[in-house]
């Protein structure tokens, strides 16, 4: 019941093979670092054919532990040349979980340019030819998908930007409606999946029964005292009436951390517009529905399902990072414009993150204005139709700085800087600088500013730990980790499931061999310790209004890594 | 007599200090070197203002000794991310020498847009407005300068592209003739700049004089002894008569190491058409001239003019590098065509090398054919004029293979794989593994294949160690180490101008030291030692017709650093 499968696209061959007995306890993030670092040179080209894209469900995948249905997507990544795990919530984690299969390994490439699906059932899986589906957008793939597999599956698909092996291309996760709106999303993970030759993997988990816990009533136990964490935490109940989006205002106006107009003031005038209860009311109002879940038994239900002033649906969801960076970042003050510029993302399976910071450059460039909703719409399309132009926005910020001559770049590791400036949260600056993923938020997002360096480094190092445990054992970070509850039980959770015995500081000690697995990775495939650096105007020009710059030093940051 | 002119653009400011004392025996390549360890913090952005590009004749420049006039161009480059140093001939060098100006380093950036000359004269230097210049090409640009400032000045001079800041953009020199023709090309110097807002650096020599040697007698001696040397030389003798570009049918048919349609053969079944005795011939017999010297006092005579079948001038030189990556690498087997490519990138400003690699990318794109050289020209156009196409290309292989989700790439550290395959000159990939130059056959190159990886890496590690000699005293590579002028009497000019009693041993530490210098610089700009790879198509894909691949053992490259 826990099986590796294969998948030789050299020879569209198909192989269920054991997992190997000392990955028991390696899962999602933790199991993607472990066979990335085994199986992959890591100075290969992310497009070749030695690079392989990692499916992997988290040690809960599958169970009955709520929010434990986070897909890990684990490859060396076009974007930043390095390691790279990003996972999505949907319902295909937990599918796989119950299908036994603790990792899909896509290798090898097909000599020819056909397209192919994947098809997993309890019965094994096969490779199928998908031509047809050339050139198609996420929904409409998912779409054709569903009529002829069945509404029930779970999908794994790309857009056109993946078949054209952009690095701001996405792996689309369908939810529980059926909708391709989870994203594995940062390190151009669809571009390898395209490499490939994969337009989606379809699984079907017909016949099959959740997870049985060996410690069936503690776990029940540490169910019920979740569900009771979650009614009673103020913070949570905050997220489930108004999603990640919510917050938007607080970052902003208080904690003046938003990326705002690329990144040169922390602070937006548009913030209440965008991202505050009052949008949210207002959206709601108009038809949206919040405190939606985004995966099968989860009790939080920070996201939503965006609907236009007529009611068509646009998006699902609208979240935090969506507003800040195709909103905030870009000038924009329309909600429905971000809604819909999130939605169209979606769709053709890009990076809104990236894709937003890189509209933020566009700016710089001469090729939009701040605040012109139609023209960013416009370069999204570019992106998604492959044009010339779209070619050099499709591969991110740092790309887009090179071909037009700029010098002040949002990027860390070749990834751009998320929602959250490292001058003010300069905890999460110095994940930004360590993470192997490059700047990523959600390697380890402490909100708070740091009194000192060596607080900021020790908050993201523990942070990290925690955080790696959360993505190896495939639970939402959202639901665990931003609602604060105890690691301590999170470890218990895991007891419960495998009978085993762990302390949290085992739990950590795991957790850091992932770390190191990763890090491991990237100083093989070319990164030096240097590298761990954030662009130098974040060290130099303050940050409105609060005008702070980041200022962990080198030795403090390199000092990250001394565990 | 030893001055640095200190260039600092954000307050537009010209300072001549003194050069440290113990920078006396540092001269271009190694002067650049130390400087930008000392100076630019290695993280820095290559376009920011940060960064520095600094100009340094050698240490024999200025001198009586023939062919001393390289001008070492030294910079964080924004196409590898680590330090380069580029050279080229032409007359400006030996004008520094002779104002004893040991290095200009542009430093600072302006706030405004506004574009600049520098002009250094006996007296001093200033800075003077040339928003006139504004998007010229070189020979434009040239043209106009030497009409104010008089036939006699050299110039250096950057065309759009590099005002553009693309990574393929050089730094050009004039020539004898005044001519823009000699290029600092490779790392995209021209951007860097182009960043500083300076569009040509004018000198003017008058009314100083040769620097006399400490020996006056021995240097005479010596310039004997070398003109003597090339004249005996059968080496000499046919460069002397057919240039580099005549030895491109060598490389084809009996090295079978030439790079042929985007690196898939090492020979060209149109080498003798556009590289051979025969082909010079014919060149000759309709009006080109031969054995044209590039720099004053040179008696190697290898460069040429090319005029074409009219008479009118095309380019000076047509070189081997031209021959093989804008002639065979792209299938073009029309010799006209191919100089009338080098004309053009020299008029805009364009790394040959860099652009060849390209454009035979741009062929895997779907952009081009193999042979078609009209649209080889558009797109070379498309560079020079900045078109959205021509951002991308213009950025060079590495940028080009982001934006079309290629992954084949000849490329080590980003800058592309020049006219020497490493597949079969295995010390020369091992030069391109380990210099901190990313792949530059001008940082080692060794002709003949080496019969084991160990003799391989221990003669490109004796080659860097020379030619970082040779690149310190500012003498030119091709006189002097491609015609096997011993080392030992390279020590002895050394001696005979400072007055020194150096032994080879001793230089060849200095050497070492430079290299040092180099590989400190990238250790530090966030490069690790697995960064010194080739790309895995060089190990895998037989190169034909010899069908060999590159087999160096990683853990022999990495050897290399043992001295």
Same mark, same amino acid.
Not at 80 to 89: S, V
Not at 113 to 136: E, F, H, Q, S, W
Not at 172 to 183: L, N
């Given at each position: 019941?826990? %099986?590796?499968?294969?998948?030789?696209?050299?020879? @569209?061959?198909?192989?269920?093979? &054991?997992?190997?007995?000392?990955?028991?306890?390696?899962?999602?993030?933790?199991?993607?670092?472990?066979?990335?670092?085994?199986?992959?040179?890591?100075?290969?080209?992310?497009?070749?054919?030695?690079?392989?894209?990692? #499916?992997?469900?988290?040690?809960?995948?599958?169970?009955?532990?709520?929010?434990?249905?986070?897909?890990?997507?684990? #490859?060396?990544?076009?974007?930043?040349?390095?390691?790279?795990?990003?996972?999505?919530?949907?319902?295909?984690?937990?599918?796989?979980?119950?299908?036994?299969?603790?990792?899909?390994?896509?290798?090898?490439?097909?000599?020819?340019?056909?397209?192919? *699906? @994947?098809? +997993? %059932?309890?019965?094994?899986?096969?490779?199928?030819?998908?031509?047809?589906?050339?050139?198609? !957008?996420?929904?409409?793939?998912?779409?054709? @998908?569903?009529?002829?597999?069945?509404?029930? +599956?779970?999908?794994?698909?790309?857009?056109?930007?993946?078949?054209?092996?952009?690095?701001?291309? %996405?792996?689309?996760?369908? &939810?529980?409606?059926?909708?391709?709106?989870?994203?594995?999303?940062?390190?151009?993970?669809?571009?390898?999946?395209?490499?490939?030759?994969?337009?989606?993997?379809?699984?079907?988990?017909?016949?099959?029964?959740?997870?049985?816990?060996?410690?069936?009533?503690?776990?029940?136990?540490?169910?019920?005292?979740?569900? =009771? /964490?979650?009614?009673?935490?103020?913070?949570?109940?905050?997220?489930?009436?108004?999603?990640?989006?919510?917050?938007?205002?607080?970052?902003?106006?208080?904690?003046?951390?938003?990326?705002?107009?690329?990144?040169?003031?922390?602070?937006?005038?548009?913030?209440?517009?965008?991202?505050? =209860?009052?949008?949210?009311?207002?959206?709601?109002? $108009?038809?949206?529905?919040?405190?939606?879940?985004?995966?099968?038994?989860?009790?939080?239900?920070?996201?939503?399902?965006?609907?236009?002033?007529?009611?068509?649906?646009?998006?699902?969801?609208?979240?935090?990072?969506?507003?800040?960076?195709?909103?905030?970042?870009?000038?924009?003050?329309?909600?429905?414009?971000?809604?819909?510029?999130?939605? *169209?993302?979606?769709?053709?399976?890009?990076?809104?993150?990236?894709?937003?910071? !890189?509209?933020?450059?566009?700016?710089?460039?001469?090729?939009?204005?701040?605040?012109?909703?139609?023209?960013?719409?416009?370069?999204?399309?570019?992106?998604? $139709?492959?044009?010339?132009?779209?070619?050099?926005?499709?591969?991110?910020?740092?790309?887009?700085?090179?071909?037009?001559?700029?010098?002040?770049?949002?990027?860390?590791?070749?990834?751009?800087?998320?929602?959250?400036?490292?001058?003010?949260?300069?905890?999460?600056?110095?994940?930004?600088?360590?993470?192997?993923?490059?700047?990523?938020?959600?390697?380890?997002?402490? @909100?708070?500013? =740091?009194? !000192?360096?060596?607080?900021? +480094?020790?908050?993201?190092?523990?942070?990290?730990?925690?955080?790696?445990?959360?993505?190896?054992?495939?639970?939402?970070?959202?639901?665990?980790?931003?609602?604060? /509850?105890?690691?301590?039980?999170?470890?218990?959770?895991?007891?419960? $499931?495998?009978?085993?015995?762990?302390?949290?500081?085992?739990? $950590?000690?795991?957790?850091?061999?992932?770390? =190191?697995?990763?890090?491991? #990775?990237?100083?093989?495939?070319?990164?030096?310790?240097?590298?761990?650096?954030?662009?130098?105007?974040?060290?130099?020009?303050?940050?409105?209004?609060?005008?702070?710059? /980041?200022?962990?030093? &080198?030795?403090?940051? &390199?000092? #990250?890594?001394?565990?």
């Amino acid at each position: 019941m826990s %099986t590796f499968l294969r998948v030789d696209m050299t020879n @569209l061959k198909v192989v269920l093979e &054991d997992s190997p007995p000392e990955y028991e306890w390696l899962g999602g993030r933790g199991l993607t670092a472990r066979i990335l670092n085994r199986e992959v040179p890591p100075t290969s080209h992310p497009l070749g054919k030695h690079n392989k894209i990692i #499916f992997a469900p988290g040690l809960l995948g599958g169970s009955h532990f709520p929010s434990s249905g986070r897909l890990s997507v684990g #490859f060396k990544s076009p974007l930043t040349q390095g390691i790279k795990e990003t996972n999505a919530g949907g319902t295909a984690a937990g599918k796989l979980g119950r299908l036994g299969i603790k990792a899909i390994i896509l290798e090898g490439q097909p000599a020819d340019t056909k397209l192919y *699906l @994947l098809k +997993v %059932t309890k019965d094994g899986a096969t490779i199928l030819p998908a031509d047809d589906l050339a050139g198609l !957008t996420n929904y409409a793939t998912v779409n054709k @998908l569903r009529q002829a597999h069945g509404k029930d +599956v779970a999908v794994i698909s790309i857009g056109a930007p993946g078949e054209m092996k952009m690095s701001t291309a %996405t792996v689309a996760c369908t &939810d529980m409606d059926g909708r391709p709106a989870r994203h594995a999303a940062r390190g151009g993970p669809g571009a390898v999946m395209g490499s490939k030759r994969i337009k989606a993997v379809i699984i079907d988990d017909t016949g099959t029964k959740p997870v049985g816990a060996k410690n069936a009533e503690a776990l029940r136990n540490l169910v019920k005292e979740y569900a =009771k /964490f979650l009614d009673e935490s103020k913070g949570a109940g905050l997220t489930r009436a108004y999603g990640t989006l919510g917050g938007l205002a607080w970052v902003s106006d208080y904690n003046h951390s938003l990326p705002v107009r690329n990144f040169t003031s922390g602070q937006f005038e548009g913030a209440s517009k965008i991202g505050s =209860k009052s949008a949210v009311a207002a959206l709601i109002s $108009q038809g949206s529905k919040w405190s939606h879940p985004c995966m099968p038994g989860c009790i939080l239900h920070c996201s939503n399902v965006v609907v236009d002033r007529e009611g068509r649906y646009v998006t699902s969801g609208l979240e935090y990072e969506t507003g800040a960076m195709l909103g905030a970042n870009l000038g924009i003050d329309d909600i429905y414009a971000i809604a819909t510029m999130g939605g *169209l993302s979606d769709d053709y399976g890009l990076d809104t993150v990236e894709v937003g910071a !890189t509209l933020g450059l566009a700016v710089d460039a001469g090729l939009m204005k701040f605040g012109d909703s139609a023209r960013a719409m416009a370069l999204i399309n570019e992106i998604g $139709q492959g044009t010339t132009l779209g070619r050099i926005l499709g591969q991110g910020v740092a790309v887009t700085a090179r071909a037009f001559g700029i010098s002040r770049v949002p990027v860390v590791k070749g990834q751009a800087i998320p929602a959250h400036d490292p001058r003010v949260e300069n905890a999460t600056g110095v994940t930004y600088c360590t993470s192997a993923m490059g700047a990523d938020h959600t390697a380890a997002l402490v @909100l708070k500013r =740091k009194t !000192t360096p060596a607080e900021a +480094v020790e908050a993201s190092r523990q942070t990290q730990i925690n955080v790696a445990i959360v993505d190896s054992l495939g639970l939402c970070s959202n639901a665990i980790m931003f609602v604060a /509850f105890p690691m301590e039980r999170v470890t218990e959770i895991f007891n419960a $499931q495998y009978g085993s015995n762990l302390s949290y500081e085992d739990m $950590q000690e795991m957790a850091k061999e992932v770390l =190191k697995d990763e890090r491991a #990775f990237n100083l093989k495939a070319g990164f030096a310790p240097s590298a761990d650096r954030l662009p130098e105007y974040c060290k130099e020009e303050p940050y409105p209004p609060s005008n702070l710059v /980041f200022d962990v030093p &080198d030795s403090e940051i &390199d000092s #990250f890594w001394d565990f």
